[in-house]
């Protein structure tokens, strides 16, 4: 059963599945910071210095009754809240993390993509069907005259 395990472990769809997870995890936390540090803050600036965090609603108030002015004082309280902003910050970073997925798959389709074909430099005789330049009159090899492509 050890073996089996082992072997099972070792297999590399396994093994790049693990790795992938462990890198998404990173990233979700690169994704979160680059939200809450970077983005949030000229957002909320723009919008008078407002905390999306604090952005909450009373359903039921708390053992002291409100208003509460943050999150923290409710929670505190014992109020029953629907944190709506907790909701916008998640649904940002959704939207920054889709942003990256998809600058990362059309890089990717990007550097799959067939070549350029090159500018065509040569032709077929066509009577031996030999390879010759494309500006070629006259056929080096059956000495036939070329009609003019």
């Known amino acids: 059963m050890g073996k089996e395990f082992r072997e099972f472990i070792l297999r590399g769809n396994v093994v790049d599945m693990a790795v992938g997870i462990i890198i998404g995890a990173a990233f979700v936390a690169i994704v979160k910071s680059l939200v809450d540090d970077v983005i949030m803050p000229p957002i909320g600036l723009l919008l008078g210095n407002i905390d999306f965090t604090n952005f909450f609603a009373i359903l039921k108030a708390g053992k002291t009754p ?8 409710a929670k505190a309280a014992g109020a029953v809240t ?9 649904v940002i970073s959704f939207l920054v ?3 990256c997925v998809f600058m990362l798959v059309k890089n990717v ?11 065509v430099t040569t032709k077929e005789c066509q009577y031996c069907l030999s390879t010759i330049p494309i500006l070629a009159v006259k056929c080096p090899h059956c000495t036939a005259d070329l009609k003019k492509t």
């Open 66 to 73: 409100g208003p509460y002015e943050t999150l923290a004082q």
């Open 82 to 90: 629907i944190n709506y902003g907790f909701f916008l910050n998640t």
């Open 97 to 99: 993390v889709a942003f």
């Open 109 to 119: 389709n990007r550097m799959k993509r067939e070549p350029v074909p090159q500018e």
